[in-house]
């Protein structure tokens, strides 16, 4: 019974309380990084005290802060999380083998919404001095102006932000002239110029709906372009492109909720729109028969959803990328409106290629290469001229020679070496 009444000592009142919070959070909501964020709602009631508010969605990472915080002002806590998206931290009381009435300790809640979440603060009686700092610490947590940057919250999801580099263009790829024809045309014309395709879109529909494309997959084997399509047209049409790689973010979130990615979605709407690349989204794949885990099951569905419900007048586009089409789940398939296939470079288009890592070389030494390098990638081929130049720059270093570019031979012997090691 001490015990009990010891713990109680140092409680404030319910007034002295709501005013340290509102005093608090002042400088806070006239600073003005708290638009569109509410106060928190205070209220004592049956004896408890009740204070709840809003955040933006909970990622893992912030889920920790907040444990680390509750930690910082509570002894003993027990966390409770039942269900996915619900989660609390209960203060134990005193005497930790004594569990009598321990509910009515000092508790926080949270709700984790895929668009919003909440936190639920509630306690028997009134809150400590310690509780309320604890209080307000949660609330600045939760909704500090960094949480709200949808940069930060894409970097908390895996995914990250390629700004659009003003030298990164076409030239980067060599050959390639009806990929790039189809990119400029089904991607880079819709995201510069969405009021054409608009108005073109309010003569014709009966209840306007866009016409533009939401979602376009770029097939083709691996080291053909397609990631560095995606960041030119980042580039070109001066979007940022948000590069989610869908093996390590699943890997990264193994055992948690598919709403990150929902939240990735939302993130990129926040930013007023942005070029979704799902890179290496075969791992989605496996169609419905085999044996999908169900955490790939549930992320597929939650693309599914978004890649349905993409709002039409946002200038969100997704890029999916996979060197797999055919083991993709058909209704993910059924989704983009148009697929860009890479195919290899052909013998002139792997000339071109040498002409963009080599391009001391002649057109006949760039042909010659070219025929020689059947079935090779750009990117194998890019790593060749860089093997070359490796060897080379080494070869020059040991006789103390001047470093000069590689010459030809050098460059059919690396060739050589290449195939000869597959
Ligand atoms: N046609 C090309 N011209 C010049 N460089 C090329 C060409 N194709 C590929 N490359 C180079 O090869 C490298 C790999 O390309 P990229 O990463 O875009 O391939 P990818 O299709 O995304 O491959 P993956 O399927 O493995 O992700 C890049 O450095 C790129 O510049
Ligand atoms: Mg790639």
Known sequence: MRA????????????????????????????????????????????????????????????????????????????????????AFQAMNKNLFKTENMLDNFKVEFFVLS????????????????????????????????????????????????????????DYIAGYDEVKRKIRESVILPLTNPGAYDSVARMTRKVFESNRPRAILFDGAPGVGK?????????????PLVYVPVESIMSKWYGQSSQNLSQIFDACEDMGGAIIFLDEIDS???????????????????????????????????????NRKDDLDHALISRFDQTIFFPLPNTAERAAIFGNYARHLSEAERSHLGERSEGLSGRTIKDICELTERR????????????????????????????ESK
């Open 4 to 87: 009990q009444a010891s713990e109680e000592q140092n409680v404030i009142s319910y007034d002295r309380m709501k005013e340290q919070i509102e005093k608090q959070l002042l400088s806070f909501f006239e600073k003005g990084g708290a638009e569109g964020v509410a106060p928190p709602q205070i209220s004592f009631e049956k004896g408890v005290t009740r204070i709840a508010f809003g955040t933006q969605p909970i990622s893992p990472a912030m889920m920790i802060d907040f444990l680390l915080a509750v930690k910082k002002h509570l002894a003993n806590i027990r966390v409770h999380a039942f269900d996915s998206g619900y989660y």
């Open 115 to 170: 668009s919003s979440s909440r936190v639920e603060i509630s306690k028997k009686g009134n809150l400590s001095q310690e509780e309320v700092n604890l209080v307000i610490e949660l609330f600045l947590s939760a909704n500090s102006s960094a949480r709200q940057d949808p940069a930060y919250r894409l970097r908390l999801l895996g995914a990250s932000i390629v700004e659009p580099d003003k030298n990164m263009d076409w």
């Open 227 to 239: 990631t560095t399509a995606a960041r030119i047209i980042a580039s070109e049409s001066n979007i």
């Open 284 to 322: 989605l794949a496996g169609s419905r028969d085999q044996n999908m885990f169900e955490a790939t099951r549930q992320i597929l569905s939650v693309l599914l959803r978004r890649l349905d419900g993409i709002d039409a007048a946002s200038s969100t586009i997704t890029i999916g990328a996979t």
């Open 392 to 419: 080379w720059v080494r070869k020059a270093l040991i006789k103390k020679q001047e470093p000069t570019a590689p010459p030809f031979e050098f460059y059919r012997q690396s060739l050589r070496i290449w195939k």
